[in-house]
Structures are given as structure tokens and as C-alpha cells.
């Protein structure tokens, strides 16, 4: 019966611990089913959204016609000159903030404060749908102000919009449904439905909206910078 | 980090207790029952794929005759043939038939981690399946892109299934791949999270160690097949052109340009080709444990066959450019991946020779299930040679796109993983029904299936080497292919109807034998390994009653000397018999010796 070696001074960390933990019986990782998981379904999306962001690259490579000025399109004017990327870098500043707001979180719901587990989940479920928000606002000025369509646009080549639309679009599917499994555990928190069970799973959702955003962080680099 | 401890996992373990009949069998969260329910559901797809072979058959070998089977038909057929063969019938019964079966009972667990998730899994196959089903009922009918349904030609006007056949395959697909994502998570996490005590991850046998590998390369490999999907929906469906270039059709310029069918082709076999192992994985490991148990003897060099699946795992994914030699992608990137591919061949050729060395002087029982094991070895080295030829580039260019290739992934991915299927089903048929099947129609049923998938396939080398090209309808009047090869097609096409009636005898034999059959006595084949040794045969919810087993050993203690029986079963404690030294083990000082 080979349990995980364990030292005086905890379980073995470093390479040493990784042989222990998969050399031991019942269990791999010392983390919940969810938890474990989670983790491999992020791994898994992480593939998808590495062969978009690859697609991505090759039809831009591909396509004859002239790529867009993305710091023309995405500018956006508050009365005076237009201010590039404006729009996306206050995008970007609510999605990040959600991250810490998820943090605290997490941290709160390991101390079992209830309370403040739920305000803190329903804020950073506030911030996903105020991303989502501003989503939809920058999509319909595209479309409707600028004319850019996933089939071609007055700008250049025709996969700027496809590829556009597609992976932002997939990434705020990502986001919405993001903010529903926020709600869903805050509301469980609230009725302390986790009491018994234990708070692991505000940290597993957790763990998909970092990822959520650590995932936008790229699209942002790679549609609105590179 | 404040984790909560966790003293026993079992106690995560949220048992779902079935209220009628409904919840029993139906909307089932037994892991066995949703092994039998997708296991059902592959093999009706698979017996589509068949009908629909033996059709496309009948046109290559008697084009005069069969006046109902037209070009678009043909090639229709033939596109349905090959997703529904590699996709909805190897992957979903190797992965959610027996992935489902096995990992539980062999990892002495009570189900699968998250049972709700895996019964969404097989509805949600389920949708897949009739939305593919559908295709052939809609204006125009399936898509005739041919399986790997490369772009431009999947969207021009002359394919058949352009429009509504492509749309239905696209969204199957994609609706597959979530079913395949619940399932694979459900399968990964148990096998690494819900193993019973004193089970290590070396002492999983290799059907659990194949499986898991397998499930890994689909959760990383059908990402990219979900990406090309939905960039080709878009295609299709909104005018974009990721994958058109601009193109010219009857003089009319299409309104798509600058796309790159490249890029398809890439995303495609960066699916596929782990796609092939997702398939041969599981397969190798049903097979070692069959070849195992029959032979009384412990696998030959068992760490060696688990890092070849590892390796083998790893390497898959950085070959599949060897289905592009003659995309006209840059040369360099042929030499690098000729070089992959022949590398993989080193642990692939590692895994024979030890289920050759395992039947080394074994005690060999020749029955069905032992029958079709060894006929996968044949059939294996067969299409593994092959493979030889085509992964150098060479080689391959001449080829390329003929009946070799055709014959070579028959061999190798068709062929030999249904063999497999075929000793894993007889072999596990008494724990799954509690009934022994009939030795005797399993033996011919393995006769006419082994010659005459022999009978197929060895002439279609041979049509490959004359420069036969596949995916033709007809074979027209050529200076370089005699007119014989015309009678060779005929004579195919005849074994190809015996083969396909020939299952007949297995289906005959598994419906029979569940009401008729000898009733199986507990572990009929002295098995060593974990899933024998459930209290009730066959197991009932839960598996193991009151108590989850304990592990002492390895699942191969096979003609132990010494031992009481010519097995050890893997619960059996050190008290009752000793564990083996198998690193110090010298049969020639064994003092239990005597015994014998």
C-alpha cells in the first residue's frame, strides 16, 4: 500500500512530489474531482482558442487584399478627436478587475464568509455582463456605423470581419456563459448550499474566469495591437 | 490554501438510485448501462457505414450492372462510409462503449466521477447521430466531399450535398465533439481521481492505461476539428472565405477570396491523425488484457507497453502532416514529418513484439476471443508495414491517392481495431450479460472475417501499385492499368458482401446467446484483472456492494509459481498469496518450486 510519501515537513514538493503524487494509489492530484477536472477541460479550450488565434494568423497571411487599420476602426471620438482603442482598453480594465474582484472571492469563500462570498461573485458577474455590454456596442457600431460584415468590409480584406466577429464572439459566448455559472453558484452560496459540501467550487469557477480572461488578454494582443 | 481534507474520496461519490424503470434503463447514471446505450448506438451508425460499403462495392466491381447507384450517390456513400467508420462507430464505442464499461470496474470504482454529466454525454451522441442521419433525408442528401470533406470542393456547385448534406455533417460534428468532451472529462478524471485503495497507476491494466491515453489525444485533438468546422460553417453558411481562395466555377468567379485551404487541411489532420490513436490506443490495451488472460501468462515488459502508449500519445501529435506530402506544402515540412512518423513506428513496433513475447511458451487457450487477438496481430503488422512505405515521402508520392493507401488504413485502423472490438466483445460478453456466447459460430464468424477481410484488402495493394486511383466511380480505359484490374475489383466486391454478411453470424450469436446462452459461472476465464471480480455477475449498480475492493498487486499474475490457481485475482491479499518480486524474481533458486 504505497500512500503519497509524506515528510516530516508535509507532502514532497517539486519534481519529487509530482513522482509521489502519481505514484501513489486512489487518487494523482490532492485536488476535487471538479477541480481536477476543470483543469483539463481548460487545457482542452485552451487548444481551441490556440487553432483560432492560428486560423487567425494564417488568413491573414493568405488573403491578397490589404489587412484593415485596426487603430482607425476601433477608435471611438467623445465629442473631439477620435481616441484609438478607447473602447477596448476600458473593455479590457472591467474584465480585468472582474479577475480580482473572482479572487476575493475565492479567498472569502475558503473563510465561509457567506456574505461577502456572494457580493463578490455577483460583482464579478456584474463585470462580465458590463463586458458583454460594451461587446454588443462595439459589434452594432461596426456593423451598422462602419458596414463591416463577416462576409467583407469597406476597409480591406473580407476575413478582418470573419475572423473578427467569430473569435470575439466566441470568446463573449465564453464570457456570457461565464456570468450565468456566477450566478448560479452565488445564488447556491447564498442559500449556503456548500456549507457541507465545501467552498472548492467557487475557486473551480473561478478558475474558468481567469481563464476567460487570461484568454482575451491574447485576442486583445493578437486583433486590436498586432 | 484552506482545503477541506480529503480522507475518502468515495465520499464525493453522489450515487444516483434509480426510482423506475425509466431511470433504470433510459435516462440511465449507471455507467454500464451508458456503455451498452452508446456501444448500440456506434454499432447501428457502423452498420449504416457497412450498408452503405457494400453499396459503393457493388459499383466498383459490377459498374454495368447496378443502374441505381450514380456518380453523386457514389460519392456520397463513400464520404458517409468513412466519417460514420472513423468518427461515430471506432471512436464512440472504443471511448464511450467500453471507456465507459471498463474504467470504472477496472479501477474499482463505483461509476464514473460525475454520472449526470455522463448521461448528457450519450444523449447528447444520440443528437449527433440523428442530425447525421438526417443529411440523407434532406434536398441534395448527404455531403460527397469525401470523409475528410477538404475545401473548396465541399462548397462548389458540382458536389453533391453542398448545401444542406455539408451544414447537417458540420454541426454533427461539432455536436459530437461536446458529447465526446462530456465523456472524455468524465473518463480522465476517474482514472486519475477515483482509483480504489492500493491501486497505483502502474498496476492499471493496459485496457485502462489505452483508454486513458486515448480520451487525453481527443479532449487536445478535437479542438482543432470543432475550429474547422465552425470556420467552414461560416463559409457556408455567411459567405466567409477562411478556407475559399478565389475560384472560378463554369467561368464565373465564386464570391469568395483570399482563403486558404490549407489552413483546412492542417486544422484536419491536426485532429486526424491523433484521431487514428484515439482509435489504436484502446485497441492495443483491449488487446493486451485479452492476449494476457488467454495466454496464462502476465504481459511481457508491462511499464515498456505503457510508456510505448505514452509515446505513442505524444508523438501523434506531430506528425500529421504526413496526409499532405502532395498538398503542396513547403518540402522542408515533408522531411521533418517523415521523420515523426517513422519515429512512432519504434514504440508501435515495441507493443508487437511483446504481445508476441507474451504468447512466448504461454499456455495458450485457443478460443474466440483468443483467436481474433492473434488474427489483430497479423492484420496489425500488415497495415503497420505498409505504413512504412507511405510516411517516407518518396514513396508516398506515387501512392498517394491510390488503392494502397485505401488498403493500408484498412488494414491498420479498420480492420485491426474491429478485430479488437470484436475478442473485447466476446471476451467480456459473460461479465457484461451473465451468459456464455456460442464458441462455435464465434469461431467461423472469425474465419470468414479474417480471410475475408484478407480477401478484400491484399488485392487493393496491388491495385495501388498499378496506380488504381481511389475515389473514382468508374474505372475507365487507361494505357497504364490493364483490363484485369477490372475482374480484381469484382472479385473484391464479392468478398466484401461475404465479409459484410458474414456478421450476420456475430449479431445472431450475441442476440441468441443473452437468452439462450450457458449461464457464465463467475469469472469464466480465470481472469486477474479487477473487473471479474465484482460480487455479482453481472455487477450491479454500484459494482462492489457494500465495500470498495483493495488492490495488492498488478492485473497480471498469471501461472505464479506457487500460487494456489494459475491466477492471482488483484484483490487477493499478500496474507493469502504472496506478491511476487518481479524485479528480483529468479525462477531457478524459486523455492516454491517443489510444488509444481
Known sequence: MSEAAVTENGPARGLEGMVDDWSADKQAYHVPWGKAMMWLFLVSDTFIFTCFLVGYLNVRMTTTAPWPNQSEIFALSFGGDPIPLILIAIMTFVLITSSGTMAMAVNYGYRRDKAKTFWLICATAFFGATFVGMQVFEWSKLIFDEGIRPWGN????????????????????????????????????????????????????????????????????????? | ?????????????????????????????????????????????????LTLSV??????????????????????????????????????????????????????ARDMVFPFMNMLSVWTF??????????????????????????????????????????????????????????????????????????TMMRLPLTVWGIFVATVLALFAFPALLVAAIMMLFDTLLGTSFF????????????????????????????????????????????SDVLSTHARKNIFGYRMMVWAIVAIGGLSFI???????????????????????????VPTAMKVYNWVLTLWEGDIRLNAPMYFAIGFIFTF?????????????????PLSDTYFVIAHFHMVMGVSPILVLFAAIYHWYPLMSGRMFNEKIAKLHFWLTFLGAYAIYLPMHYLGFLGVPRRYYVLGETDFIPMSAQDLNAAITIAAIFVAVAQLLFFWNIIWSLKHGKKAEKNPWGSASLEWQTPDLPPKHGNWGEDLPTVYRWAYDYSVPGAHEDFIPQNTPE????????????????????DI
Not at chain 2, 449527433?128 to 448527404?142: E, H, Q, R, T, Y
Not at chain 2, 503542396?328 to 522531411?335: A, D, K, Q, V
Not at chain 2, 493469502?576 to 523455492?591: A, K
Request: with cysteine.
Open chain 2, 381 to 397: 503488422i500488415h497495415g503497420g508495414l505498409t505504413g512504412l512505405f507511405l510516411g517516407n515521402v518518396v514513396i508516398d508520392l
Open chain 2, 319 to 345: 506528425v500529421w502532416a504526413h496526409h499532405m506530402y502532395v498538398s503542396g506544402m513547403h518540402p522542408y515540412f515533408g522531411f521533418f514529418f517523415a521523420t515523426t512518423t517513422l519515429i512512432i513506428a
Open chain 2, 1 to 49: 490554501m484552506a482545503y477541506v481534507p480529503l480522507a475518502d474520496q468515495d465520499k464525493e461519490m453522489e450515487m444516483h438510485h434509480p426510482h423506475n424503470w425509466v431511470e433504470e434503463y433510459v435516462f440511465s447514471q449507471d455507467h454500464k448501462v451508458i456503455a451498452i446505450q452508446y456501444g448500440s448506438i456506434a454499432v447501428f451508425t457502423g452498420i449504416v457505414g
Open chain 1, 154 to 226: 469597406p476597409f480591406g480584406a473580407a476575413q478582418f470581419g470573419s475572423i473578427f466577429f467569430m473569435v470575439t464572439g466566441f470568446h463573449g459566448l465564453h464570457v456570457t456563459c461565464g456570468v450565468i455559472y456566477l450566478m448560479w453558484v452565488a445564488f447556491r452560496v447564498k442559500r449556503g448550499y456548500y456549507d457541507n459540501k465545501g467552498y472548492e467550487i467557487v475557486e473551480i469557477a473561478g478558475l474558468y474566469w481567469h481563464f476567460v480572461d487570461l484568454v482575451w488578454v491574447f485576442i486583445f494582443a493578437f486583433f486590436y495591437l498586432l
Open chain 2, 575 to 594: 496474507s493469502v498469496e504472496p506478491t511476487v518480486d518481479t524485479e528480483h524474481f529468479d525462477p531457478d533458486h524459486d523455492q516454491s518450486k517443489a
Open chain 2, 126 to 199: 444520440l443528437i449527433s447521430v440523428i442530425i447525421l442521419m438526417a443529411s440523407f433525408f434532406v434536398g441534395g442528401g448527404p455531403t460527397g466531399a469525401g470523409w475528410t470533406l477538404y475545401p473548396p470542393q465541399t462548397a462548389m456547385e458540382g458536389t453533391p450535398g453542398h448545401d444542406m448534406g455539408i451544414v447537417l455533417m458540420l454541426i454533427s460534428l461539432a455536436v459530437f465533439i461536446i458529447a465526446t468532451t462530456m465523456g472524455g472529462l468524465n473518463y480522465a478524471v476517474t482514472v486519475l481521481q477515483y482509483r480504489c485503495r492500493g491501486l
Open chain 2, 244 to 287: 475559399m481562395p478565389a475560384v472560378i466555377e463554369a467561368g464565373q468567379p465564386l464570391d469568395h477570396n483570399g482563403g486558404s485551404p490549407l489552413l483546412f487541411q492542417h486544422l484536419f489532420w491536426f485532429f486526424g491523425h491523433p484521431e487514428v490513436y484515439i482509435v489504436a490506443l484502446p485497441a492495443f490495451g483491449l488487446v
Open chain 2, 55 to 108: 453499396l459503393f462495392r457493388l459499383q466498383l466491381g459490377f459498374p454495368e450492372s447496378v443502374d441505381f447507384i450514380d456518380p453523386n450517390f457514389y460519392y456520397q456513400a463513400v464520404t458517409m462510409h468513412g466519417m460514420i467508420m472513423v468518427v461515430y462507430f471506432l471512436t464512440a464505442l472504443f471511448l464511450g462503449g467500453f471507456g465507459n464499461y471498463m474504467i470504472p470496474l477496472m479501477c474499482g
